[in-house]
């Protein structure tokens, strides 16, 4: 696989004393790597602050991500309640990384989220939200759906960590601790190798859409919802649903 330029090292650790599983990554490399994508395929950028809640999502989701041993594919479609746009971030097993701002029709907070290994079957789950942080969202879906406490903690400048108890884990060694605090601990314990390197995960910005998946995308219709699609057109210009990047199809 050829990656772009903007590559985020996310790294996974165990920390023993605690017995914690601890991932450090740093986002802004793929928020940054968004905005070459965006750029290089003439995409139009959100405002900013559904674009900063975006990002904060793609910090928090591609945590979760790292946390695990083995990759699997992730859908994260979050409506947060009280706003007018939504948000989907998807992660491949591969390191890919994308997401989009998306209207949000519903007016209570909810996270639908899809995921699938190499082997397993498609699993969602659905986590009904209280706040209008997306990092929130992906907490509460390891609380609700895999009944495990997991903290996270991202700041402005997209340096993030997430902790997640192994069996007889506990927080205790940061509770009370402010997000900047758990941030600064955590990276000043990966720095001095206070902690034992399990994984390091290049995760960047690229959307697995091409020209071939939505030519087979929509040859796939039924004749008569391609008939409607269609009309009189000679052409269509279609909108990844995941990355909003337009292609046009011809008849």
């Not at 007018?84 to 992660?91: A, R």
């Not at 995921?115 to 907490?139: F, W």
């Not at 700041?155 to 069996?167: F, N, S």
């Not at 091409?210 to 995308?217: Q, T, V, Y």
Request: net charge negative; with cysteine.
């Amino acid at each position: 696989m050829e990656f772009p330029e903007h590559l985020a090292h996310y790294n996974r650790y165990l920390w023993k004393n605690p017995n914690l599983i601890v991932v450090t990554g740093e986002a802004d490399k793929i928020w940054k790597g968004r905005t070459a994508y965006h750029a290089s395929h003439a995409v139009t950028t959100e405002a900013a602050a559904p674009a900063a809640l975006l990002n904060r999502l793609f910090a928090a989701a591609g945590l979760a991500a790292v946390s695990l041993p083995e990759r699997e594919s992730w859908g994260w479609s979050v409506s947060m309640p009280g706003l007018d746009e939504g948000l989907f971030c998807g992660v491949e097993p591969e390191g890919m990384i994308c997401g989009r701002v998306l209207k949000n029709k519903k007016t209570e907070g909810l996270c639908v989220v899809q995921r699938q290994g190499e082997k397993s079957l498609l699993a969602q789950s659905h986590v009904t939200l209280i706040t209008q942080d997306p990092v929130e969202a992906v907490e509460r879906y390891f609380e609700e759906a895999e009944q495990t406490l997991i903290r996270i903690a991202v700041d402005d400048a997209g340096r993030g960590v997430l902790l997640r108890p192994m069996p007889g884990g506990t927080f205790e060694t940061i509770n009370g601790l402010s997000d900047d605090q758990i941030i600064a601990r955590i990276f000043a314990l990966a720095g001095d190798g206070s902690m034992q390197h399990l994984e390091e995960v290049l995760l960047f910005y690229q959307c697995p859409c091409s020209p071939e998946k939505i030519h087979a995308m929509i040859a796939s219709l039924p004749a008569e919802q391609a008939a409607q699609l269609w009309g009189d057109l000679k052409r269509l210009d279609i909108a990844c649903p995941r990355c909003g990047r337009y292609y046009t199809i011809s008849k």
